[in-house]
């Protein structure tokens, strides 16, 4: 009888099966291509929605066999596998065996060519590590290109992954752009064509990347992995790019411009040239402050960073036209706010602000903090009426604005919006340009006159040195926020420095030094201006305010004194 029972069991268990593996086979059943290569079956479920997600191999038009023979040889413990290869790779780079270290990675890639983390931290190692332990910047150089080449790589697997498409245009622009050996760096990359070619297996740039030598620049190169990433995430809404702000993934492509024209100044080229290349950064940056952001803590209401005036006056505008419902009635209510607070700080709040004490300033500041929290539906509520109802729908589109404003002023916050396109517009000024150009003129001079103040070249720099200075000043009395601006005016002042301790030999700067207000405003411990005689500022001793003093206090004292030694 059990025996009987064993046997219907076992057939039970084996139809269970049988019934299950049904359904397995129609959702992984593989596409299939018709005849004469036209459209077959998509496949099943599973087969569907890697065509849908691109992850599979087939999607990439090809399919690696290596890859898929490790893949089954792990027998679905892959990510064991992986983890083992990782703290392989880290005892290579530590061993300083590279040879080890890349064939890891290889490994690594072709066991999970979807984990995205292995792509972007082992090229960042390849890169930033490894190329750091070397001295010489041809070597450097090899392994910062083959960290990008890894990355570059990567993409082909992971493509709905924008973030590893942003990675690359960083990468390329970070490490070769910025680094120490950025100059070298800069001049290896114009002239790689092999390096050109993997690129252009990716992106097919065509002449949109060339700088103003007719040679690839390593700025323009990553604005097309920026402009490709920015594609993709906004061709489909399920794509994400993470917990990156949308604020700080659309800025790169934008200021690739700008550090582009910043560039190409600083290797020699400037007019018209350098010029155009201002204003075409100042239009791809206008054209990043026309992109809509989100809103901050959730809000649907989204907001463009080029748009802040706009929104201040429109606001403005809606406050005035709820003020003229009622006439008077906004004064009327900051007076009985300012009748609740006490005299002191009535006082302070009344008087100029000139003539305020510091601790009257800050009483006036909180009176002023009062008062602005009378909002505008405060005064709306106040209104008599029929004409309250439209004050109140006027309120509530004013308090919208004040919302946008606040989001924009947020971003402005951590994207200096307006500095960088006021920015873009003085540098296309031609006594800016002017001035680079003759300070490039002259320090390249000062390099070969090799010290000597009697040369023919020290004379040039000289010459050179000051009609930079004068279109300078020439820029700062036509742009008057440029005074404002810490880096370009400490720039300026390490030129001053150079052009006062070497090809002046140390010599005081004249009374009409074009750029002595800047010197002033930014001092540096390079330059030093002499003190002239009579123009030290004496110390006058304060009065010390002294007490009476009682004829026992100074018989005290009196006694109190050693005697003296004769």
């Not at 690129?199 to 097919?204: L, Q």
């Not at 103003?212 to 906004?234: F, I, S, T």
């Not at 004013?398 to 200096?416: G, Y």
């Amino acid at each position: 009888m059990s025996e009987h029972r064993s046997m219907i069991r076992w057939m039970i268990y084996m139809g269970l099966i049988a019934m299950l593996l049904v359904p397995l086979v129609w959702l992984s059943q593989p596409a299939t291509i018709g005849a004469n290569g036209g459209r077959g079956s998509p496949g099943g479920k599973l087969a569907q929605m890697r065509t849908e997600e691109h992850l599979g191999e087939a999607n990439l038009g090809k399919i690696d066999p290596t890859s898929e023979t490790l893949k089954l040889m792990t027998f679905g413990m892959r990510g064991v596998a992986v983890l083992f290869l990782w703290n392989k790779a880290n005892r290579y780079k530590k061993e300083e065996d590279w040879d080890g270290l890349t064939a890891t990675l290889e490994q690594m890639t072709l066991l999970q060519p979807h984990f995205v983390s292995v792509w972007r931290y082992q090229s960042w190692n390849l890169a930033f590590n490894v190329a750091a332990e070397f001295d010489d910047y041809r070597v450097r150089y090899f392994y910062a290109k083959k960290g990008i080449t890894f990355l570059m790589d990567g993409t082909v697997y992971n493509q709905r992954e924008p973030r590893m498409l942003w990675d690359v245009g960083w990468m390329m622009n970070q490490k070769i752009g910025r680094s120490d050996e950025r100059v070298q760096f800069r001049r290896l990359f114009a002239v790689d064509e092999e390096f050109h070619d993997l690129i252009d297996d990716h992106i097919p740039f065509g002449n949109e990347v060339d700088g103003p030598r007719g040679k690839p620049d390593n700025w323009l190169v990553g604005r097309q992995w920026y402009l490709k990433a920015e594609k993709l995430y906004e061709s489909d809404e399920r794509i994400n790019i993470g917990q990156m702000a949308d604020l700080l993934f659309f800025e790169q492509s934008a200021k690739c411009r700008i550090n582009f024209a910043e560039a190409i100044e600083k290797d020699g080229t400037f007019g018209e040239v350098a010029g155009n290349t201002w204003k075409k950064a100042e239009d791809a940056w206008r054209e990043y402050g026309r992109r809509e952001m989100p809103g901050r803590a959730g809000r649907k209401q989204k907001h463009r960073l080029g748009d802040l005036e706009l929104h201040v006056a429109q606001f403005k505008k809606l406050r005035s036209q709820i003020d003229a419902l009622q006439p008077g009635l906004r004064k009327k209510m900051e007076q009985e706010k300012l009748t609740e607070l006490n005299d002191d700080v009535q006082e302070a709040y009344r008087t100029a602000e000139k003539q305020r004490s510091p601790q009257q300033s800050g009483l006036a500041a909180d009176a002023q903090f009062q008062l602005d929290r009378i909002s505008d539906k405060d005064v709306a509520e106040r209104i008599e009426g029929k004409n309250q109802q439209q004050a109140m729908d006027l309120a509530v589109d004013a308090m919208n604005e004040v919302l946008i404003i606040n989001d924009i002023e947020h971003s402005h916050s951590t994207v200096p919006y307006q500095t960088w396109l006021e920015r873009c517009q003085i540098e296309q000024s031609p006594h800016v340009l002017a001035g680079r150009e003759h300070l490039y003129l002259g320090n390249q001079q000062y390099e070969r006159a090799q010290f000597d103040s009697d040369s023919e070249q020290n004379l040039g720099a000289r010459q050179q040195f000051e009609r930079g200075f004068a279109a300078w000043a020439r820029a700062f009395k036509e742009h008057k926020s440029l005074i404002e601006d810490r880096p370009i005016c400490e720039d300026l002042v390490t030129v001053v420095a150079i052009y006062r301790n070497h090809v002046l030999d140390r010599k005081e700067l004249p009374d009409d030094f074009p750029l002595l207000e800047i010197i002033k405003k930014y001092p540096s411990e390079e330059l030093r201006l002499p003190e002239k005689p009579g123009d030290e500022k004496k110390t006058e001793k304060k009065p010390v305010d002294e007490k009476p003093v009682k004829a026992e206090d100074r018989e005290g004292e009196q006694a109190a004194k050693p005697a003296s030694d004769e």
